[in-house]
C-alpha cells in the first residue's frame, strides 16, 4: 500500500515571492511521483513527474520538484510566483506494478498568491 | 473539443435516485478511471477498468458501479444517491505503461438533496 501526505492545506504567499509546497509519501516498493495543478472549476493538469533519474524534475510554468528518496518526499517549488498560479496543487503516487497510472493522491495543497 | 468529456457538468438529484454519469475520450487510451474528490481529502478511487472486459474496485467503490460500454466509453453510475456522494467527480484515462500520465476531464460536479 502506498499513502500520500501534503503537509499543508492552505499556502498564501505575495506575488514574486518564492514558494515550497511540500509532499511525503509512503511506499514499500519504487514508485513514480507527480505533481498536478487544478485551477477553479477545471479538471487537474499534470505539472511534472519523476520517474527515474536526475532527482530534480522540471515542469511547466516554471515549477520544478526534487526527488528525496531518504527523506520520501518530492517537493514542489516555484522561485517566483504570479498571481495566475493560484489553484489547487495535487501530489500523487504510482507504483511500478499492475496498477498502472491508479494513483494516489495527497489532500491537496491550495496556493493563493496575493498582490 | 477536450479528449476527455464528462456529462453533465452539474447535477443535483434527490436521495435514492439513480444516476449515470458518463465518460467518453478521444485519447485512444485503454485504462480509465473514476475519482471522487471532497475537500480536504483529495482525490479518491471509485472504479478502474484497464480494457473494455477487465474492471477493478477502488478504494471507496461502495455504493456506485460501473460500465464499460467500449473503449472509449466508461459510466458511473449511483444505484440510489444519499446525500454523502455529494462531490466532485472526475474521470481519466490513461495508456498501458505504468510511467505515463492519467489525463482528466472536466468533472462533474453532483448534489444529492
Known amino acids: 500500500a502506498q499513502s500520500v501526505t501534503q503537509l499543508d492545506s492552505q499556502v498564501p504567499v505575495f506575488e514574486e515571492a518564492p514558494v515550497e509546497l511540500r509532499c511525503n509519501y509512503s511506499?514499500?516498493?519504487?514508485?513514480?511521483l507527480f505533481w498536478y495543478v487544478q485551477y477553479p472549476n477545471q479538471g487537474l493538469q499534470l505539472l511534472l513527474k519523476?520517474?527515474?533519474?536526475?532527482?530534480l524534475v522540471k515542469g511547466i510554468n516554471g515549477f520544478e520538484a526534487e526527488f528525496n528518496k531518504s527523506q520520501t518526499s518530492f517537493h514542489l517549488r516555484k522561485p517566483s510566483v504570479h498571481i495566475s498560479d493560484t489553484a489547487e496543487y495535487f501530489c500523487?503516487?504510482?507504483?511500478?506494478?499492475?496498477?498502472?497510472?491508479?494513483?494516489?493522491f495527497g489532500e491537496g495543497t491550495q496556493l493563493t498568491v496575493n498582490p | 473539443d477536450a479528449d476527455v468529456t464528462q456529462t453533465p457538468r452539474n447535477r443535483i438529484t434527490k436521495t435514492g435516485k439513480r444516476i449515470m454519469l458518463e465518460c467518453s475520450q478521444t485519447?485512444?487510451?485503454?485504462?480509465m478511471y473514476w475519482y471522487r474528490q471532497d475537500p480536504g481529502l483529495g482525490l479518491r478511487l471509485i472504479y478502474y477498468?484497464?480494457?473494455?472486459?477487465?474492471?477493478n474496485k477502488g478504494e471507496i467503490s461502495d455504493g456506485y458501479s460501473v460500465s464499460r460500454q467500449a473503449q472509449a466509453k466508461f459510466s458511473l453510475s449511483l444505484e440510489s444517491a444519499i446525500p454523502n456522494q455529494t462531490a466532485l467527480y472526475f474521470c481519466?484515462?490513461?495508456?498501458?505503461?505504468?510511467?505515463?500520465?492519467?489525463?482528466f476531464g472536466q468533472g462533474t460536479r453532483l448534489t444529492v438533496v
Open positions: 481519466a484515462t490513461s495508456d498501458s505503461t505504468p510511467n505515463t500520465e492519467a489525463f
Open positions: 511506499s514499500s516498493v519504487s514508485v513514480y
Open positions: 519523476y520517474l527515474s533519474g536526475s532527482t
Open positions: 500523487a503516487v504510482s507504483d511500478f506494478g499492475t496498477s498502472g497510472s491508479r494513483l494516489t
Open positions: 485519447k485512444g487510451h485503454d485504462r
Open positions: 477498468s484497464f480494457d473494455v472486459k477487465d474492471i
